[in-house]
């Protein structure tokens, strides 16, 4: 099976498929699956644009609305997870995965799926160390902390993949692996990227959390962008005898090494047709740690062997068999994606000057059905309950699809606001998942890194998942609560206010 991997896609659907195109008419063969590591872009009108934590200048429809209008369609199963320049509202609607488009796929926060028997494990964002610790507290519409915090990685889904025993043929992620440099041609990548020198020299050039995920999952491949160079690394397992081939791959730029095609072994059905199915071993950590899922803008640790309870969840096979049956034996990924917005129009938008706000928050249908088949909460519903929000579903913009059975109108709203004694019923809103209380830390970031934003320098967490130092927290220390409840202060929110812009 033949895949291809993109870098940095910045939006740029159809110069990504024309490439892929013209290697398969020069090459003469067939390429099954694009694989792209972030920066995706996946904006389906000017609304959705007004998210993207960029300049004004830098804001660009690109071409991805018209794959999700069905103007074109994908010519090859597309699956992407995402980095620091997305339409983060779209995304948030599909946290554990899902269609953004006909045969262009979301990872979510982070997701394992299998292609043809290929196992595909990736993650979402990038790492600042002052919200690493943090739950997914934010929703469109943004300010100007949450805009960028919304697509900054979480523990809880380091931890989930932590859990993963079942060997991975490809992990993908827009972060390097903090450390990845010393297992390449590190001289040749400060001639070509000279203000990399200092973090390497400093060994922190990229993310801590990964680094510690290299080493534990120890996958055959992985696949990076945003630094946006390509870089190739061979990096030995001594206690294993494996070895991960790691490439990073540049932005989607005319002469510039954005994509790679590679082949790898797989189970091919007879009929040519792609195998593309959810990973049981994953869906059954997304089961049993549903717990563990927080959403309130304060740190909150997952649980360690020093601790009273569980905290090895990999899944034992009665755990996976009873996942399995809730799933009816089928793990064969649903192609169940309709449009909920109204796509960019270039006819109907042709004064891109106008001043557009940011949309608000829907439910999305597809995560709606995967949380109630699986049993576990959709982490969007819960911040905005949390915060006294009502919670809006998302209509179909597919008449053929506009099953009243599946889909709310927008008018069918659930009213959770501060001022009401009783919630109408939602499925799979537990508030158990608020807890267990958090804590939190005084120190402060004092620097800012190479996005313009402040890192804090000190490992995450060991080799056996515990926690070695606390992360910076600039919240005022919160009580459990239960709603109805206040919006969350913050201070020092200057932290936030850096520029973190493209090239």
């Not at 059905?369 to 919670?391: Q, T, Y």
Request: glycine share 6%.
């Amino acid at each position: 099976m033949r895949i291809a991997i993109e870098g940095c896609a910045h939006g740029e659907l159809e110069k990504i498929y024309n490439t892929i195109e013209s290697i398969e008419k020069h090459e003469n063969y067939k390429i099954d699956l694009l694989i792209c590591c972030g920066d995706f872009q996946a904006t389906r009108n000017l609304e959705d644009l007004q998210t993207m934590a960029v300049p004004k200048k830098y804001q660009d429809i690109c071409t991805f609305y018209k794959y999700y209008s069905g103007e074109k369609i994908a010519p090859v199963l597309t699956i992407f997870i995402g980095g620091n320049h997305e339409a983060s509202n779209y995304l948030q609607e599909l946290p554990y995965g899902g269609w953004v488009a006909p045969k262009i796929y979301y990872l979510g926060y982070a997701g394992v799926v299998r292609v043809n028997g290929i196992r595909i494990a990736g993650i979402s964002g990038i790492y600042k160390g002052y919200d690493y610790y943090r739950g997914h507290h934010e929703f469109s519409p943004y300010d100007e902390s949450t805009r960028k915090s919304v697509y900054h990685t979480r523990q809880l889904e380091v931890f989930r993949l932590r859990q993963l025993s079942d060997d991975i043929d490809v992990f993908i992620s827009h972060d390097w692996p903090r450390g990845i440099h010393n297992y390449g041609n590190h001289e040749q990548l400060v001639r070509f990227k000279p203000h990399f020198r200092e973090d390497i020299e400093q060994d922190q050039l990229g993310s801590p959390p990964l680094g510690e995920l290299l080493n534990s999952l120890q996958p055959t491949y992985w696949f990076a962008a945003h630094l946006h160079c390509k870089f190739a690394a061979l990096v030995p397992h001594e206690d294993t005898g494996k070895v991960t081939k790691f490439l990073a791959l540049d932005k989607c730029l005319p002469k510039r090494r954005f994509l790679q095609v590679l082949e790898l072994e797989s189970d091919c059905p007879d009929d040519g047709d792609l195998v593309f199915e959810y990973d049981l071993e994953w869906l059954t950590i997304l089961h049993i740690t549903n717990h563990l899922v927080h959403v309130k803008n304060s740190s909150n640790y997952m649980p360690g062997p020093n601790g009273s309870g569980r905290y090895n969840f990999t899944p034992t096979d009665e755990e996976k068999e009873h996942v399995r049956n809730k799933l009816d034996c089928d793990l064969k990924i649903p192609d169940n994606f309709c449009r909920t917005v109204e796509p960019y129009n270039i006819q109907k938008n042709l004064d891109v000057s106008m001043d557009f706000e940011q949309p608000k928050s829907q439910i999305n249908p597809q995560t709606m059905s995967f949380c109630d088949r699986l049993g576990i909460d959709d982490p969007l519903s819960l911040a905005m309950v949390m915060n006294g929000h009502e919670l809006s579903h998302s209509r179909s913009f597919d008449d053929s699809l506009n099953d009243s059975s599946v889909l709310m109108d927008s008018s069918e709203q659930l009213d959770c606001s501060v001022n009401s004694s009783q919630c109408s019923p939602l499925k799979r809103i537990s508030l158990l998942s608020m807890l267990p209380k958090p804590r939190a830390d005084d120190s402060n970031p004092d620097e800012l890194d190479i996005d313009g934003e402040k890192p804090v320098r000190t490992e995450v967490i060991d080799s056996s998942g515990k926690v070695e130092s606390g992360p910076a927290d600039d919240e005022e220390r919160q009580p459990d609560i239960t709603p109805p409840v206040k919006k969350f202060k913050r201070r020092n929110q200057s932290i936030y206010n850096a520029a973190d812009e493209d090239e």
